[in-house]
């Protein structure tokens, strides 16, 4: 069990200093959210292997109590069935299924486009000593110079924006992903917007963003732990003269919602779809 409430956390930081990637941030969310203090070892993306003792070449990673856990859904699985008795990551396994389905649509639809309109500066703002690793790993993963793929952006950002409404149409109706308090869902879904903040020289959400209200809680939980300095601007994202809305900005119907209470809540769309062409 875990000396004086402190777990071991290797984290993975750009230069500036804030954590940058996405598993990592959910992880550290996690542990603050099961109440434990982190004895903090930093780096960035080389030396993994040398900084943990040969135990992984990936993060994140804790330590507790000498018992080494890796891989940031792991250690979930660690933290809720280790110290049941504190906060639940993972209140109940519909949780863990809806957590995974909402995380499957996010990376495609979200994480993926955002890491690929920030590879050069993901690369610039890193360790000096990163540099070369970030860039050959990353352009074999992406076919292309980090340059060629950035450029563009200005073009995709806000149709990513856009293309994350379901998002903003859970949290219009609800304080958190895991309802009237946050669970690991919100931190999940939380790490790569925070890494966006971390890599990101140009915003990518709206200055109006209703996503903002629930980022800026997010952020301030656990002390603050979301709002290191070297942390870059989310909101102020430009939209091209003919680009798309990054956002709908009037209520969106889709979805579950109370629709039919009687005759009369149905009775204009009825007379709408049965009408007659004159």
């Known amino acids: 069990m875990a000396q004086n409430n402190t777990i071991t956390f290797y984290d993975l930081t750009m230069a500036h200093g804030a954590t940058t990637s996405p598993f990592v941030w959910a992880t550290k969310y996690a542990l603050k959210h099961k109440g434990f203090d982190l004895d903090v070892v930093p780096g960035g993306f080389t030396g993994i292997m040398e900084r943990t003792g040969g135990?992984?070449?990936?993060l994140p990673a804790?330590?507790?109590?000498g018992k080494w856990v890796l891989d940031s859904w792991g250690i979930v699985?660690?933290?809720?069935e280790t110290y049941p008795d504190r906060p639940m990551l993972i209140?109940?396994?519909s949780v863990a299924a809806l957590t995974k389905a909402l995380d499957a649509w996010w990376w495609p639809t979200a994480v993926g486009p955002w890491m690929r309109c920030f590879c050069a500066d993901y690369r610039d703002l890193c360790f000096e000593h990163d540099k070369e690793y970030v860039t050959a790993s990353r352009e074999k993963m992406l076919g292309m110079k980090l340059e060629e793929m950035q450029a563009g952006r200005e073009n995709r950002l806000p149709q990513i924006?856009?293309?994350i409404e379901p998002l903003r149409k859970a949290l219009s109706e609800h304080k958190w992903l895991g309802g009237s308090e946050p669970n690991y869902a919100d931190y999940r879904i939380l790490g790569p917007i925070l890494f966006l903040a971390s890599v990101g020289k140009q915003p990518a959400l709206a200055e109006d963003d209703p996503l903002r209200d629930w980022i800026e809680r997010c952020r301030d939980l656990f002390g603050g732990l979301g709002r290191h300095p070297g942390l870059h601007e989310l909101y102020g994202l430009h939209v091209p003269e003919g680009g798309p809305e990054p956002y709908m900005r009037e209520s969106w119907r889709g979805g579950i919602y109370k629709r039919n209470t009687g005759p009369e809540s149905t009775r204009a769309e009825t007379e709408f779809i049965t009408k007659r062409a004159e």
Do not use: C, F, G, Q
């Not at 135990?55 to 990936?58: A, C, D, L, N, P």
């Not at 804790?62 to 109590?65: A, E, H, K, Q, R």
């Open 77 to 80: 699985e660690y933290l809720d």
């Open 62 to 65: 804790i330590v507790d109590d």
């Open 55 to 58: 135990k992984t070449e990936r």
């Open 161 to 163: 924006s856009a293309a």
């Open 91 to 93: 209140p109940h396994e």
